[in-house]
């Protein structure tokens, strides 16, 4: 008997994406050319916009940098099985935490106000995610709507700080936190006009991959996220585990927030809600949760987000242009996802089932 052929799955999995990618590169064609917009133009100029140049480059890594969290904090949940989409509030609640903090220490030395900067960032947005998936295990709740229930929370919490308790009341016009002092601000990269939050999200990018892919508790991670019953089974603490990695992501967008405020607003204000959290759902699931494919695709969602722009000022179109190009792709993924689960099934309901033997057939055979 020869063995079945193994399927190519990992090949699959590098290449749908790129697939997933060029089929909405033809959607949004489409859409711009029904728009009076010649398709090619369109795409040069968000290409330009987002890798033409050292000023676009710059831009694409500006974005880039949370995004690489945010896309952290949906990827390590969902290797313990869940969609987390509470994002935006773990990085509302982190800004504001972070920013909380920041108050009192003012004056203090740098490396510490950072350092509890990014542990107050870090524990808001955990522990609001991470109760999302005490929710999911201990009563049930799904968490995908709880996360995103508590997301609307989390900024509901943020705008009542920042415009009461919290505000500074030199903010007139633009409600906002105390603001940093000027030499507290986090730098730039040396070399690169990106201040250090893109090595921050690429060093968390590798760690998590190394944690998932090498560590023998990355290998229960994935037997917690493969089948939850056959780990407790085999005496695996699934629900610490779930929760642990819901934290785990919540504090990802939380430090997202935290590097927001401290290198790129100097205080917590309604401008650090900009989408980075519901873009991390997307960039996610273009690196189908693989930590280490996150850190291209958030350079990828950085870029076109970069491009509305120079669209808007070369071509004369709507720079939220650039979400209809991100919303078409994210739709043709969940129905490349959705095919590739019925494709895989396909071969198994077209192969004849084979007639059972003469002997097996006497062994089932029931007399009625």
């Not at 049930?140 to 900024?155: D, F, H, K, Q, R």
């Not at 705008?159 to 002092?181: C, M």
């Not at 939050?197 to 590798?206: K, T």
């Not at 993924?333 to 198994?348: K, M, V, Y």
Request: hydrophobic share 60%.
């Amino acid at each position: 008997m020869s063995a079945a052929p193994a399927r190519p799955r990992p090949l699959i999995d590098a290449l749908l994406p790129l697939a997933a990618l060029a089929i909405a590169l033809m959607l949004f064609s489409l859409f711009v050319a029904l728009e009076g917009q010649a398709p090619l133009e369109v795409l040069e100029t968000i290409f330009a916009g987002a890798f033409g140049d050292a000023f676009g480059w710059q831009n694409t890594l500006l974005r880039a940098a949370p995004l690489i969290l945010t896309g952290l904090a949906v990827a390590l949940p969902a290797r313990a099985g869940l969609v987390i989409i509470g994002g935006e509030g773990a990085l509302a609640f982190g800004a504001l935490g972070a920013a909380a903090v920041a108050v009192p220490l003012a004056g203090s030395p740098n490396l510490l106000l950072w350092l509890a900067m990014a542990l107050a960032g870090m524990l808001a947005g955990g522990v609001l995610i991470g109760f999302a998936g005490a929710l999911r295990q201990w009563r049930g709740v799904n968490e995908t709507i709880s996360s995103l229930l508590l997301s609307y929370i989390a900024v509901a919490l943020m705008n009542h700080f920042v415009e009461g308790p919290l505000r500074d009341p030199a903010s007139l016009n633009k409600p906002s936190t105390y603001p940093l002092a000027p030499e507290a601000m986090l730098g730039a990269l040396p070399g690169l006009d990106v201040h250090v939050g893109l090595a921050v999200g690429v060093v968390c990018a590798l760690l998590a991959w190394v944690f998932l892919r090498f560590t023998v508790w990355g290998f229960a991670v994935r037997v917690v996220g493969g089948n939850p019953r056959a780990a407790a089974m085999a005496g695996l603490a699934v629900t610490p585990w779930v929760i642990g990695l819901c934290a785990a992501g919540g504090a990802m967008a939380g430090l997202a927030g935290m590097i927001e405020v401290a290198a790129v607003h100097g205080a917590c204000n309604a401008s650090v809600l900009v989408g980075y959290g519901h873009a991390g759902i997307l960039i996610a699931f273009i690196a189908r949760q693989n930590p280490l494919a996150v850190v291209p695709a958030a350079i990828l969602i950085g870029g076109i987000g970069a491009a509305g722009s120079l669209l808007q000022r070369r071509l004369d179109m709507p720079d939220a242009t650039v979400l209809v190009l991100q919303g078409i792709l994210f739709v043709v993924l969940i129905a490349i996802e959705t095919l590739r689960g019925h494709a895989w099934r396909l071969p198994q309901l077209a192969t004849p089932r084979r007639s059972p033997t003469p002997a097996l057939a006497a062994k089932t055979d029931v007399s009625v």
